[in-house]
């Protein structure tokens, strides 16, 4: 809708593990006039934290093909285990100027409808771009509502995004522990990061239209199909670990019933 060209850069996954595949994007690169490439970090929906060796050499190729970078960490705040957030611009100097950074309080404090978020661009010239874009779309006020709140949860929220995070690795516990005593058909991929737990239903046997329909239809459960990310994302779901155990609880019983009686009638 922008008038852009889209190219893929899929990920490598080896053993539910997944990479980036920095020979496919120095093709993409030496191949076509790309010079824009949107990073996640962490990743959405497959949950990796990228490592800081992993952002270098990513950031070396783009600095070598003059390519401009928009990386999206608004999943900075749900970090796993001993995994280390590390924001792409303090890499190093050089990549610096050519990144766009986007954050928002909006998923670690549950303000989305206030439509507030943070960009980062330490290039100037970059900047004043950014800024008249926003003049000519009309969209670079914010409401005082979430003005108040961004910088409310920014300043005071530390101890609730701790017992959050702690929560939620709780959910994923319980969610990874059910699957593996009730549905070993369905294998969670535990996330580094995010909230969101990557569910392989491949061994379900089902198409992607199946999946969806077996999801809504029998186990009442609307998730987002993996396909919706890419066709690498067939054979997958992803859930929201982001809610009241107690709805876990009864999401995950409400699958294993449809499960089981799907298995009584194949």
């Not at 490598?12 to 076509?32: A, P, Q």
Request: glycine letters at 6%; aromatic letters at 8%; charged letters at 30%.
């Amino acid at each position: 809708l922008n008038g852009r060209n889209v190219l893929s850069n899929p990920l490598i996954e080896e053993d539910g593990t997944y990479k980036m595949d920095l020979i496919d994007l120095e093709k993409k690169f030496i191949n076509s006039d790309a010079r824009i490439l949107i990073l996640c970090n962490p990743h959405n929906p497959v949950g990796r934290v990228w490592t800081e060796q992993e952002l270098s050499d990513l950031a070396d190729l783009c600095e070598k093909y003059g390519c401009l970078i928009i990386s999206d960490e608004i999943h900075a705040d749900f970090i796993h285990g001993d995994h280390k957030h590390i924001s792409l611009p303090t890499i190093n100097e050089q990549i610096e100027d050519r990144v766009i950074l986007c954050t928002a309080p909006s998923k670690t404090f549950n303000l989305a409808g206030l439509q507030v978020s943070n960009i980062y661009i330490h290039n100037p010239k970059l900047r004043k771009r950014f800024e008249y874009e926003l003049l000519r779309s009309g969209s670079g006020n914010l409401n005082i509502m979430a003005m108040n709140a961004g910088q409310a949860a920014l300043e005071h929220g530390d101890q609730y995004v701790k017992e959050l995070n702690e929560y939620i690795e709780g959910n994923f516990d319980y969610i990874n522990t059910f699957l593996k005593e009730n549905i070993p058909e369905i294998k969670a991929n535990i996330p580094e990061g995010t909230y969101l737990v990557w569910l392989d239903c491949r061994d379900l046997g089902l198409n992607d239209d199946e999946l969806k329909k077996f999801f809504l239809e029998e186990a009442k459960l609307w998730l987002d199909e993996g396909i919706l990310f890419g066709e690498q994302g067939s054979g997958y779901m992803r859930l929201n670990a982001a809610s009241p155990r107690s709805i876990i609880e009864k999401a995950m019983k409400q699958l294993k019933q449809a499960v089981d009686r799907k298995k009584e009638n194949d």
